[in-house]
């Protein structure tokens, strides 16, 4: 599929050479759907999309998930900003966990921890010059391997190997409740039977309750 997309993106733009390949990749999106829902993060997707379209006319592909490549001449280079500024949000949100707890004595407990938080939306974006049609799939695999690693909200030429030493970005912008504890007895340690990315099942080490943890 990916090289059918790329096929696609270079009878768009041989044309228009030479110019730059870019990358464009929604930033936090798991931790975004976490706390949102998936429908939200999939408005994110269109929305961007629709931006790609507005500013770059057919001269982009999406080539995954929240992931684009797009093509753009030297005289369109400002055009990235513009984007990542056009993306950004923060809207306030009350995020935590709860617990659904069951003591050995079949006694029930529902807690929960929330606090009021931002949550931002960014995107990170990687260019390199392209001068011939037939780097174009090479040019895009280099901007696959190191977009993970780039700055949000900043365009990033990545003809030179460059160094980043900043912590990974996060969507929550404030703090979020401490570590969830078993309702009984507040122990933080459990034998976990089930989990996925938004709810964990297990029995506390502590007092053999079975928890049952929903986070966002």
Not at 13 to 18: G, Q, R, S, T, V
Not at 102 to 124: F, G, Q, W, Y
């Amino acid at each position: 599929m990916r090289d059918q997309l790329i096929a696609e993106l270079k009878l768009c733009i041989e044309p228009l050479l030479p110019g730059y390949l870019a990358i464009f990749d929604l930033a936090d999106t798991k931790r975004r759907n976490l706390y949102l829902g998936h429908e939200e993060v999939d408005k994110d997707i269109l929305g961007f999309d629709t931006l790609l379209k507005a500013h770059l006319g057919k001269a982009f592909k999406r080539i995954g998930g929240e992931r684009w490549v797009a093509f753009v001449t030297e005289n369109q280079l400002n055009v990235f900003d513009r984007l990542i500024l056009a993306y950004q949000k923060e809207v306030p949100i009350s995020a935590g966990w709860e617990c659904r707890a069951i003591a050995p004595n079949n006694t029930l407990v529902h807690i929960e921890e929330k606090t009021d938080v931002l949550i931002s939306r960014a995107v990170r974006c990687g260019y390199l010059n392209i001068q011939d049609i037939n780097d174009v799939a090479a040019r895009v695999n280099d901007l696959l391997e190191k977009i993970w690693r780039l700055p949000v909200n900043s365009a990033t030429s990545l003809e030179q190997e460059l160094t980043f030493n900043e912590p990974k970005w996060k969507c929550i912008i404030g703090n979020l409740p401490s570590t969830a504890y078993c309702a009984f007895c507040k122990g933080t340690e459990f034998e976990w039977l089930e989990g996925t990315d938004d709810t964990a099942y297990g029995i506390c080490k502590g007092c053999r309750a079975e928890a049952d943890f929903v986070y966002g």
